[in-house]
């Protein structure tokens, strides 16, 4: 396959059978260099050439900017100015940050966010309203306040500017826009239910009682499956926000309090520091081995499942039926089965590898590339 590009200002249009065309730029900027912003710009930097060569695109990284420090006109030698190289460094400021990738040349600029941060989804409405495209795997401003999220959408309706947020759901999984998609073409969502951890995941496919949960706790730790705080994890939480973000995008105003969350944490290691929590987690050992044994008398397994239909929206450690597809997922898979009118007697499933870094990377490059190809950017068979 070869990629064509023909931006409405290049001189393809003018002159087709010219030979050499200027490259369609768009400037990038980095926001969160670290695990996933990090394999970002691996990615971008493999990418580039053949981007050039085959697409004549040509993504400029013009900045990148963690909490403290951001680095202008980055040419990303492996983020040299963080390691004492030849980049120098000045204390972060969001606005100018944003301001120098769009410069002021008219070139489309897209901020990728790749960081946690709540203080940096504050900025998006701001962003999109000046043109500043946005792609993310960060949660906070789709699963935030409704309020903050609605601006947010005004915004990008006011300017264009588009804002793509595929890795939120399910890391590189294309989960957010086949929900879009079956919903733009007129299709009518019935129920969402999924296994949207996972960490969670990994620990219910392990968890048939030859050890104590504790202890495959403990290991998914070792193995940095778990969030450094594994009560992250095991709140339910994250999962929650991922819920609220595909009822959001089935057009519900869904917030985060609406979600009926049963957690595995017990309330009285909820508010105590880390390490108190990892030398007391044997607490959750007998509730777990009880509840697995439930399920196993039952003839089930145990999963931890969110579900969304018309009436709730739920995330909990269920029992399921060993015939149910959620039984049969594999290591760290995730699992969402959309029902729909279209998809009622067997629905659509979409499954694989729900965590790690570098496919959440390649969902955000995907994002920015759907942007390049808002633009104009074309794909041809040729
Ligand atoms: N890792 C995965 O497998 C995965 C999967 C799906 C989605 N995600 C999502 O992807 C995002 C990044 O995850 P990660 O694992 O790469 O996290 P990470 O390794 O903790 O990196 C977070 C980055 O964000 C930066 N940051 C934090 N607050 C900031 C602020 N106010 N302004 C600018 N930069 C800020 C941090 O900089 P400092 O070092 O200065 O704090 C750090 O560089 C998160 O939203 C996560 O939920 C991750």
Redesign the pocket.
């Given at each position: 396959m070869s990629i064509a590009i023909a931006p409405p200002h290049s001189p393809l249009r003018a002159a087709p059978q010219r030979a050499v065309v200027s490259p369609f730029v768009v400037h990038v900027g980095i926001?969160?260099?670290?695990?996933?912003?990090s394999a970002l710009l691996t990615q971008l930097r493999l990418a580039a050439p053949r981007l050039l060569r085959h697409c004549n695109l040509e993504l400029r990284l013009r900045a990148v900017?963690?909490?403290?420090h951001m680095w202008l006109d980055c040419d990303d030698e492996a983020l040299n100015g963080r390691t004492h190289g030849a980049q120098t460094w000045r204390p972060?400021e969001?606005d100018e940050f944003a301001a120098y990738v769009a410069g002021d040349r008219g070139d489309p600029a897209v901020l990728a966010d790749?960081?946690?941060?709540d203080?940096?989804a504050d900025r998006y409405a701001g962003w999109l309203a000046a043109g500043i495209h946005v792609v993310t795997?960060?949660?906070r401003a789709a699963s935030g306040p409704l309020e903050r999220w609605r601006r947010i959408g005004a915004a990008a309706g006011a300017s264009g500017a588009r804002l793509h947020y595929e890795?939120?759901v399910g890391?590189g999984l294309p989960v957010v826009h086949t929900l879009r998609d079956l919903l733009d073409t007129g299709d009518e969502l019935v129920a969402i239910e999924g296994m949207l951890s996972g960490t969670l995941a990994w620990l219910f496919n392990r968890f048939d009682g030859a050890l104590p949960f504790s202890a495959l706790v403990r290991e998914a730790h070792a193995r940095g499956y778990t969030e450094p705080d594994p009560r992250d994890d095991l709140s339910g939480m994250d999962v929650a926000r991922k819920l609220v973000i595909l009822a959001r995008e089935a057009g519900r105003s869904l917030s985060l309090e609406d979600v009926d969350v049963r957690g595995l944490v017990p309330d009285d290691l909820a508010g105590c520091s880390r390490g108190v929590f990892m030398e007391n987690m044997h607490a959750l050992d007998e509730p777990m081995a009880n509840r697995l044994a439930r399920a196993h008398a039952a003839g089930g397994v145990l999963r931890h499942v969110a579900r969304l239909d018309g009436h709730r929206a739920s995330v909990g450690v269920e029992a399921v039926d060993p015939d149910h597809a959620f039984a049969h997922a594999r290591l760290t898979d995730n699992v969402i089965r959309f029902a729909t009118r279209r998809y009622c007697d067997n629905a659509l499933v979409v499954q694989g590898p729900g965590?790690?870094?570098e496919v959440?990377a390649a969902a955000v490059f995907t994002d920015l590339l759907r942007v390049a190809g808002a633009m104009g950017v074309k794909r041809c068979a040729c």
């Amino acid at each position: 396959m070869s990629i064509a590009i023909a931006p409405p200002h290049s001189p393809l249009r003018a002159a087709p059978q010219r030979a050499v065309v200027s490259p369609f730029v768009v400037h990038v900027g980095i926001v969160g260099p670290g695990k996933v912003g990090s394999a970002l710009l691996t990615q971008l930097r493999l990418a580039a050439p053949r981007l050039l060569r085959h697409c004549n695109l040509e993504l400029r990284l013009r900045a990148v900017s963690d909490s403290r420090h951001m680095w202008l006109d980055c040419d990303d030698e492996a983020l040299n100015g963080r390691t004492h190289g030849a980049q120098t460094w000045r204390p972060a400021e969001l606005d100018e940050f944003a301001a120098y990738v769009a410069g002021d040349r008219g070139d489309p600029a897209v901020l990728a966010d790749c960081s946690a941060s709540d203080l940096v989804a504050d900025r998006y409405a701001g962003w999109l309203a000046a043109g500043i495209h946005v792609v993310t795997p960060n949660k906070r401003a789709a699963s935030g306040p409704l309020e903050r999220w609605r601006r947010i959408g005004a915004a990008a309706g006011a300017s264009g500017a588009r804002l793509h947020y595929e890795g939120t759901v399910g890391a590189g999984l294309p989960v957010v826009h086949t929900l879009r998609d079956l919903l733009d073409t007129g299709d009518e969502l019935v129920a969402i239910e999924g296994m949207l951890s996972g960490t969670l995941a990994w620990l219910f496919n392990r968890f048939d009682g030859a050890l104590p949960f504790s202890a495959l706790v403990r290991e998914a730790h070792a193995r940095g499956y778990t969030e450094p705080d594994p009560r992250d994890d095991l709140s339910g939480m994250d999962v929650a926000r991922k819920l609220v973000i595909l009822a959001r995008e089935a057009g519900r105003s869904l917030s985060l309090e609406d979600v009926d969350v049963r957690g595995l944490v017990p309330d009285d290691l909820a508010g105590c520091s880390r390490g108190v929590f990892m030398e007391n987690m044997h607490a959750l050992d007998e509730p777990m081995a009880n509840r697995l044994a439930r399920a196993h008398a039952a003839g089930g397994v145990l999963r931890h499942v969110a579900r969304l239909d018309g009436h709730r929206a739920s995330v909990g450690v269920e029992a399921v039926d060993p015939d149910h597809a959620f039984a049969h997922a594999r290591l760290t898979d995730n699992v969402i089965r959309f029902a729909t009118r279209r998809y009622c007697d067997n629905a659509l499933v979409v499954q694989g590898p729900g965590a790690g870094p570098e496919v959440t990377a390649a969902a955000v490059f995907t994002d920015l590339l759907r942007v390049a190809g808002a633009m104009g950017v074309k794909r041809c068979a040729c």
